[in-house]
């Protein structure tokens, strides 16, 4: 139990991350009910994005004033890719059947894991990526700066898309659209627009999560998505997709749970052999299971019938 207060904060922290990528996930199939999942890739894009301009800068420049330059970087990749995935790959299929989207999305999740793979120099194995390992104690509580960095990050993304649902016009816009898009489209919004949008928020949200990631774990690689991604799926889920704020809520609980699971499972008699590290995506995945089967519209979500 000494332990606790640590094990939940890196819970924390993880299931931030996963709430960042979850949004992507979660704004998208809102809006046009599409399970985009690619996502995992655009976020590891993102982290590529953001590598590249550490290594074009030159050596010298203070992390703080670096981490900013990484970001605009990583956006505007995963912003390209997503916005390029949505006019390109599913705008196309918007009238097909649900199987065809979905189908697509995988096919353009291992395109774009092997372009990397293949372009990036020498992706194929993991790249050092630029830490903020300075330590800091908080009672019994160490968080390193990169901790930090993703609590920062999170809270004001978080606030940001709040506050810009919530308050401005293409806000409201978004959320006509995802309640009735044939009618929002009657009232003069301009649907395509809206749909756009929810994509490069996701995807920059993604870059954010990929920066974090890179800072945290001092490296990352072109199969980082796939994992990463399934779990902020899992946590979409978890959360009710299609709600914003429902994705971060899963995305904290789910990154608790995980955390808690893989620290104190091998302590209970006869479980010895399902605990540590190595049983956390189990776990995380049996999470899903039981919310599907006792809850599946989510902790948030609302039991709705499908849209025609």
Known sequence: MNTLPQQL???????????????????????????NFAHGEIFMTGGFGALTVYLALPSGISMW???PLMLIGGGLVAVFIAVGAERFAYRPLRGAPRLAPLITAIGLSLALQEVVRNFYPDAD??????????????????????????????????ASLALFVRRSRTGRAMQATAQDPD???????????IIVIAFA????????????????YGNIDYRMGFLMGLKAFTAAVLGGIGNIYGAMIGGLVLGVAETL????IDGIPGMQQLGGASWANVWAFCLLILVLLFRPQGLLGERVADRA
Not at 18 to 32: K, P, S
Not at 261 to 264: C, E, H, L
């Open 125 to 158: 194995r993991a790249r050092a990526f630029p830490g903020l390992d300075n330590t800091h104690d908080i009672g019994s509580v160490t968080i390193k700066d990169a901790d930090i960095f993703l609590i920062l990050a999170a809270v004001v993304c978080m």
């Open 9 to 35: 904060a890196n819970g924390l922290l993880l299931g931030s991350m996963y709430g960042l990528i979850a949004i992507g996930y979660t704004m998208v199939y809102g809006i046009v009910q599409l399970i």
């Open 261 to 264: 699971a893989s620290a104190y």
């Open 183 to 193: 009618t929002a489209q009657l009232m003069g919004i301009d649907t395509n627009r």
């Open 65 to 67: 004033a670096l981490v």
């Open 201 to 216: 928020i996701g995807g920059f949200f993604a870059a954010v999560a990929a920066v974090a990631y890179g800072l945290k």
